[in-house]
Nanobody, 115 residues
Framework: QVQLVESGGGLVQPGGSLRLSCAAS????????MGWYRQAPGKQRELVAG???????NYADSVKGRFTISRDNAKNTMYLQMNSLKPEDSAVYYC?????????WGQGTQVTVSS
């Protein structure tokens, strides 16, 4: 199974930006559709952005125009650039394949948007 390690979260004020990274082990990453998911307290985990193996992207309506997903297959790494952050973006962010299953869910990275 692929190991997935998320990083880059933190505390940021509303309107701020963060860039998340997802480091994956294994060559299967480069041929897999991947996604960023998030889970807020008391809520179900949801997909916020997806990217195909060759770069096609899609976004949840709630983040469209503010978040940008990208990947570097040579580095087995995926990114999520988050701009204009809102308090409702606060959650633990995870990466996995689409659908999930290429690897076990990692620890995630906490994003807190608060003044």
């Amino acid at each position: 199974q692929v190991q997935l390690v998320e990083s880059g979260g933190g505390l940021v004020q509303p309107g701020g930006s963060l860039r998340l990274s997802c480091a994956a082990s294994g060559s299967i990453f480069s041929i897999s559709a991947m996604g960023w998911y998030r889970q807020a307290p008391g809520k179900q985990r949801e997909l916020v952005a997806g990217i195909a193996s060759r770069g096609g992207t899609n976004y949840a309506d709630s983040v469209k125009g503010r978040f940008t997903i990208s990947r570097d297959n040579a580095k087995n790494t995926m990114y999520l650039q988050m701009n204009s952050l809102k308090p409702e973006d606060s959650a633990v962010y995870y990466c996995n394949s689409r659908p999930p299953g290429i690897g076990s869910w990692g620890q995630g990275t906490q994003v807190t948007v608060s003044s």
